[in-house]
């Protein structure tokens, strides 16, 4: 248990029964009344993202959440197998907890992957990996309907916007959070 006083990007609530992770908090002292802390909470399995207000002072039900580094080694059907570097133990984990960072990941990557009682909850990246350009069109000179970016097929299959001048076989930067294109790497 914890007090509203308590509350911090990245704490788990569990709320009737469901696992909330807070993503944004205001502590409120109105000049009349009482104070109070109005937050964005975002549910762990359905994504789901609500405002709530709880009046401070307010004792909430945190959840534990084990968040450990593991290495992506492949993928098993619906699952992908990571395994804890600490324990070696190859652990799947379903594509519904995996998310959007199924786009981004890559056989040996490093990823953060968060836990509670044993059940997986879901895959966090790093904020940016690097890629490489599988397939893209030439660009062509002189079309800018699009605002001087074309698609591009990265080594994962995710497509994403690049520059017209970046080819095939190029090392690009890329958001993890968003998909957008960061720049090129050496």
Excluded: C
């Excluded at 205001?26 to 405002?51: C, E, I, S, Y």
């Excluded at 968040?67 to 324990?87: A, E, I, W």
């Excluded at 800018?144 to 095939?168: D, H, N, W, Y």
Aim: no cysteine; aromatic share 6%.
């Amino acid at each position: 248990m914890a007090t509203t006083n308590d509350l911090k990007n990245g704490l788990v609530l569990n709320l009737d029964g469901q696992l909330w992770t807070v993503t944004a908090f205001q502590h409120v002292k109105p000049g009349k009344g009482g104070a109070f802390v109005r937050t964005t909470l975002k549910n762990v399995m359905t994504g789901k993202t609500v405002d709530k207000t709880f009046n401070a002072g307010t004792k909430v039900d945190t959840a534990t959440v084990d968040r450990r580094d593991m290495t992506f080694l492949y993928r098993d059907g619906d699952d992908f197998v990571f395994m804890d570097g600490d324990t070696f133990d190859q652990i799947p984990i379903p594509e519904k907890a995996v998310g959007d960072a199924a786009r981004y990941l890559l056989e040996n990557a490093v990823a953060q992957v968060s836990s509670h009682e044993g059940e997986p909850l879901f895959v966090e990246l790093p904020a940016s990996v690097e890629l490489v350009i599988s397939h893209t069109d030439p660009g062509v000179q002189g079309d800018r309907s699009t605002g001087g970016t074309k698609p591009a097929t990265l080594e994962t299959g995710a497509e994403i916007q690049v520059p017209l001048f970046l080819e095939s076989g190029t090392k690009v930067k890329v958001d993890t959070r968003d998909g957008r294109y960061l720049g090129r790497t050496s």
